[in-house]
């Protein structure tokens, strides 16, 4: 009898996940995209009210590789992806680890909208090539990722799912709450859904739509009530940029967080960096979804209790 029966037990969880990323690395490299390495333990994550960095030795574990992945694309890296880990602050749930494994991929010459097409393009082709093809099932609803995927506003959603506009929500200070209770869980049912153009001040890095600058170039990703991206425009004005950061530590201050460290030398690179697009996907929950898991201590190798 083994020892530890809860990993055993993941055995096959274990080896379809990595059926999956060998997949997601099939078709990044397949398109021309350069995969890299870059550090885990890092001096400044970008600012952002509502995630918190895990302190580690004077700096931080990153809570994304956006930072350093964003500096090489101001060097001259046109196509980057990478699959690394990931550390949130208090974060543990059915869906959450504090540890956990992200895809993020950059992209020059192109924008959100490009990144959208993109991302329906490697779902159908990791699910075909891990031996998902067909409807998927997640939580008894049924996502057919070969239909036409949706693609609805932050505004149409509110309107649609929350009987009130994304305006008054917002001066109403219940926007999130609402897309928590009330939007989120309809999201990707059925077919995916990309739910975009949020609002500006939910948007701390993304580029401003020229035509209407209340909201940003941004997007989130839904298979079955359960977001599994966020990408976004990039924005390129470093002025603009810091600004946006020290909104996000003025937030973080008023409801008694720590302010975080701004990340100088991106800032610093951000004027070379050209037009470009970038997305984080979440693997573990990607794993999730094809796989119809209740939670992600099914698809994990080990759960922060178990260590």
Request: one cysteine or more; charged letters at 30%.
């Amino acid at each position: 009898m083994t020892a530890n029966w809860r990993l055993a037990r993941r055995h096959g969880a274990l080896r379809a996940r990595a059926r999956i990323i060998q997949e997601i690395r099939r078709f990044f490299i397949e398109g021309g995209y350069l995969e890299v390495e870059t550090p885990l333990r890092i001096p400044a994550c970008a600012p952002e009210s509502h995630i918190d960095p895990v302190p580690a030795d004077g700096w931080f574990l990153q809570t994304s590789p956006e930072i350093c992945m964003k500096r090489m694309l101001a060097a001259g890296y046109e196509r980057l992806f990478q699959i690394s880990h990931c550390w949130r602050a208090g974060e543990r749930g059915r869906m959450h680890v504090p540890e956990f494994t992200m895809l993020e991929w950059y992209r020059a010459g192109t924008d959100y909208r490009g990144v959208m097409d993109e991302t329906e393009l490697l779902i159908r082709f990791v699910a075909e090539g891990a031996g998902f093809g067909g409807p998927l099932s997640f939580r008894g609803k049924e996502i057919d990722i070969t239909a036409v995927w949706e693609r609805i506003t932050v505004r149409d959603a509110f309107v649609r799912y929350g009987g009130i506009t994304m305006d008054e929500a917002l001066e109403r200070d219940i926007f999130d709450e609402m897309m928590v209770e009330q939007i989120e869980p309809r999201l990707g049912i059925g077919r995916p859904t990309f739910i975009h153009d949020y609002p500006s001040c939910r948007s701390a890095l993304a580029r401003l739509k020229k035509d209407d600058p209340a909201v940003a170039e941004r997007f989130e990703l839904y298979l079955g009530g359960v977001e599994m991206a966020n990408a976004f425009s990039e924005l390129t004005d470093p002025v603009e940029q810091r600004a946006r950061f020290e909104s996000e530590n003025a937030f973080r201050t008023s409801r008694g967080q720590t302010s975080t460290p701004l990340p100088e030398k991106f800032l610093a690179e951000l004027t070379a960096m050209p037009q470009a697009a970038g997305i984080a996907l979440g693997i573990d929950r990607l794993v999730m979804v094809l796989l119809d898991a209740d939670t992600i201590d099914d698809v994990v190798a080990f759960t922060p209790e178990e260590l």
